[in-house]
């Protein structure tokens, strides 16, 4: 998908190595049913409590997107290791970074602030053979139920999904195979469109934008002036770092 350098050639497992990375729920996640690849954990996430919801990894012909890593290594070279120039451009982070800090230039101590803070999942657990395949429902079915397990375990606030595609199946499994969650629902159908869930005094608030990766309509100052009413307390403490 987003990691086109050709110098990289992964080991089977490629172990991502980071002080930005947080390994200790590991276990529990290797544990997940359905989970192809491990969520990126930022090492400051337990202070943030942010969680960000990408879609899906696009087959670019090189094997290291069938590792278990490959999420986390997509993070660690385009987020916290993007002072190289190898890895300067993504078409996923620059944008989300433009929403978080409502500004069109980015420093790499920004980066770096933004993607220690965060957990990073892709929310389709299938690697799909090229951009023009788009996800079914059952891809989307079998990626919320692994979904509901990563937040079970990493219980964030926030929640911010990197577009709308599957959110039909979303508010069909929390309302039908969830019983124990419980939702507020009456800006779900507005635009912007949000949820307050709670479970078992967990609570978060889910927070669905236009994909930051070109999808028609969008724009980081709208979305980041949305997200910082939003999520006040993340976004401000964000930017104060």
């Known amino acids: 998908m987003y990691l086109k350098s050709k110098k990289m050639k992964p080991d089977p497992q490629y172990p991502v190595e980071s002080e930005f990375l947080d390994k200790t729920y590991d276990e529990k996640l290797?544990?997940?049913?359905?989970?192809?690849?491990?969520?990126?954990?930022?090492?400051?996430?337990s202070?943030?409590?942010?969680?960000?919801?990408?879609?899906?990894?696009?087959?670019d012909g090189d094997d290291w997107l069938e590792c278990i890593n490959a999420t986390r290594a997509m993070i660690n070279h385009y987020g916290v290791m993007s002072k190289n120039p190898e890895y300067e451009h993504c078409a996923i982070l620059r944008p989300i970074?433009?929403?978080v800090y409502n500004k069109t230039h980015i420093s790499y101590e920004e980066r770096e602030n933004l993607w220690s803070s965060v957990v990073f999942f892709n929310l389709v657990q299938k690697l799909l053979p090229s951009r023009n395949k788009r996800p079914d429902e059952n891809d989307f079915d079998k990626g919320w139920n692994v979904f509901f397990e990563v937040?079970?375990?990493?219980?964030?606030?926030?929640?911010?999904?990197?577009?709308?595609?599957g959110e039909g199946m979303f508010g069909y499994l929390l309302t039908n195979k969830n019983p124990n969650w419980k939702y507020e629902d009456k800006e779900y159908y507005t635009n912007p469109r949000l949820m307050n869930i709670s479970s078992d005094g967990h609570?978060?608030?889910?927070?669905?934008?236009?994909?930051?990766?070109?999808?028609?309509?969008?724009?980081?100052?709208?979305?980041?002036?949305?997200?910082?009413?939003?999520?006040?307390?993340?976004i401000n403490s964000i930017n104060k770092q």
Not at 151 to 165: A, D, R
């Open 151 to 165: 937040v079970n375990l990493l219980k964030p606030e926030y929640i911010l999904k990197c577009g709308k595609s």
């Open 47 to 59: 202070q943030k409590k942010l969680l960000i919801v990408g879609e899906s990894h696009y087959d």
């Open 30 to 45: 290797e544990n997940i049913p359905g989970l192809k690849w491990l969520p990126w954990v930022g090492s400051k996430y």
């Open 97 to 99: 970074e433009k929403i």
């Open 203 to 234: 609570e978060f608030k889910i927070f669905f934008i236009n994909h930051p990766s070109g999808s028609y309509g969008f724009s980081y100052e709208e979305w980041g002036r949305i997200t910082q009413e939003h999520f006040p307390w993340f």
